[in-house]
């Protein structure tokens, strides 16, 4: 079976995996997630716009790396 890989440092996100005992390891992307916020933003991006690309962005910089492996790249909306 593939590993499942985190593509981010949030406690969060893998107590949420933990608790529903799926088991991952934890790889961050390292994405300069303000820059591509900026850019989006500036861009006429909604906050859910943003956070989709950012996901798909951290996954794809960690799935560059483990091939073959299954990645999983999440993000957070907050819009007030």
């Known amino acids: 079976m593939k ?3 985190l593509a ?4 969060v996100r893998k107590k949420i995996l ?6 991952c390891k934890v790889e961050p992307s390292n994405l ?3 820059e591509v916020k ?4 500036n861009q006429g991006a909604t906050p859910e716009l943003i956070s ?12 560059q ?3 073959g492996e299954i990645v999983l ?8």
């Not at 933990?18 to 088991?23: A, G, L, Q, T, V």
């Not at 900026?38 to 933003?41: A, H, R, T, V, Y």
């Open 3 to 5: 590993s499942i890989i």
């Open 8 to 11: 981010s440092k949030s406690i």
């Open 18 to 23: 933990d608790e529903n005992k799926i088991e």
């Open 32 to 34: 300069d997630e303000d």
């Open 38 to 41: 900026k850019s989006l933003i």
């Open 52 to 63: 989709k690309n950012l996901a798909e962005l951290k996954a794809n910089k960690v799935s």
């Open 65 to 67: 790396r483990r091939l």
């Open 73 to 80: 790249g999440a993000d957070s909306v907050i819009d007030l």
